[in-house]
């Protein structure tokens, strides 16, 4: 079946540095795409999301890249922090009018100080 | 964004019994979700709970086992019927407000079974 994953388990960054973390999915007809983190303990934070009509989007410290033609999704963070040590997930639906989410499997992403 | 509540927060059961989780939101959403998180795993998708009506279950998760009412715009409960250890997750409320497609998640329900 179609789904939706990550290239790597884990991500060690140096505080300050910028991260990216990536995600694969297989789904064509996929509409809207979210990052979300989820930090020790916590349900899931709402990061950032796309709609495929878009191929770039920039919030705070944060920029999602979507490249259809390889279906690609990327999730740029600047300026690592310690408070962005966490797993991040990226999400995706299958289509305009689904509103389900299917999740990758997620990046854990650790921050050097 | 919406405020979701959930209870209880953790739970330690035995096998055999059932435990009924809540969620509550601080306003009326148009659609509410559970999730299930295995330890060190990604989210799955229980069923989508329909207010004034009966859930739609995700392959692999049925009403049996995972009965879940939705009685109003702000409110539902799922219980994990008749527990075994693999049922030890977190159990994830999430909430679609308006059109935006953004979706929110509670803290989760941390269920251990013994």
């Known amino acids: 079946g179609e789904s939706v994953g990550l290239h790597l388990p884990t991500l060690s960054v140096q505080e300050g540095d910028n991260s990216i973390i990536n995600c694969a999915y297989s789904n064509s007809a996929s509409d809207y795409f979210i990052w979300y983190k989820q930090e020790s303990g916590k349900g899931p934070q709402f990061i950032i999301d796309i709609r495929s009509n878009m191929d770039k989007r920039q919030g705070q410290r944060v920029t999602v890249l979507l490249n259809k033609t390889v279906k690609h999704l990327s999730l740029q963070i600047a300026a690592t922090q310690p408070g962005d040590s966490a797993v991040y997930f990226c999400a995706e639906t299958g289509g305009r009018n689904d509103y389900k989410l299917s999740f990758g499997a997620g990046t854990t992403v650790t921050v050097r100080a | 964004s919406a405020v979701i509540s959930q209870k209880p927060s953790r739970d330690i059961c035995q096998r055999g019994t059932s435990l009924t989780i809540q969620c509550q939101v601080d306003?009326?959403?148009?659609?509410m979700f559970w999730y299930r998180q295995q330890p060190g795993q990604s989210l799955t998708l229980i069923a989508t709970?329909?207010?004034?009506?009966?859930?739609?279950?995700e392959s692999g998760f049925v009403i049996d086992k995972f009965p879940i009412s939705r009685p109003n715009l702000t409110f539902s409960t799922l219980t994990v019927s008749n527990m075994s250890p693999e049922d030890s997750s977190i159990y994830l409320c999430?909430?679609?407000?308006?059109?935006?497609?953004?979706?929110?998640f509670g803290e989760g329900s941390r269920l251990t079974v013994l």
């Open positions: 306003s009326q959403v148009t659609m």
């Open positions: 999430s909430v679609r407000q308006g059109l935006s497609g953004e979706l929110f």
């Open positions: 709970a329909n207010q004034g009506s009966e859930a739609t279950y």
